[in-house]
């Protein structure tokens, strides 16, 4: 069985909302999901950064704030240079997700922040692999998956109400069909690693 680490900040909720559904799609995938939430810029780094040294591949998860990761997550980011000079993550697999209030929002950017992150490791980035909606009203509503056409990652889309609520349903169905693409792409990725040794 295969491992799927996901470290993720979540400033008010919605963001965890997205990392429970990618842990959920991992799990649908008949994978192990290790969520690693990132409390605050000062804690201890160490043991997350342990379980993803461990992983078969990680979801990074971030809100977009201020067009790009949050800096608690970046703190976090900064905290795996050591992980850098040492090359423990290379080839690993990894995807990333993110979420902010408006439908732009520059999550693009928070996307791309996670890739250079994952780039910088030397890791292998799955992207989101679902094409967004086409462009009417009726087709881009709540329920549509990738309604906000991303193609690196999620990019999901809160109002300013409670986590119940939102991120909405389509949404949530992005960010777990997100964990199960990486959860099956880490499975065949392990299985050539095997054959090629």
Request: net charge negative; charged share 15%.
């Amino acid at each position: 069985m295969t491992t799927v680490a996901i470290p993720y900040h979540s400033g008010y909720g919605h963001t965890e909302v997205l990392a429970q559904k990618v842990a959920e799609g991992v799990r649908d995938a008949g994978q192990t999901a290790v969520l690693l939430k990132i409390e605050s810029a000062s804690q201890d780094f160490a043991p997350f950064i342990e379980e993803i040294t461990k992983a078969d591949a990680v979801i990074f998860g971030a809100p977009t704030y201020m067009g790009d990761v949050s800096g608690v997550f970046k703190v976090f980011a900064d905290a795996t240079a050591g992980v850098f000079f040492s090359g423990a993550w290379k080839d690993k697999l990894a995807a990333g997700f993110t979420n902010s209030h408006s439908f732009a929002g520059d999550k693009g950017h928070a996307l791309a922040s996670l890739t250079i992150l994952a780039a910088q490791h030397g890791m292998n980035w799955i992207n989101l692999g679902l094409a967004p909606p086409n462009v009417t009203a009726a087709e881009r509503g709540p329920d549509a998956l990738n309604r906000v056409g991303s193609f690196l990652g999620v990019a999901a889309q809160s109002d300013n109400a409670s986590p119940e609520v939102t991120p909405p349903a389509g949404d949530r169905e992005t960010a777990r069909l997100l964990g199960e693409r990486v959860a099956k792409a880490a499975v065949r990725w392990a299985a050539g690693a095997s054959a090629a040794a």
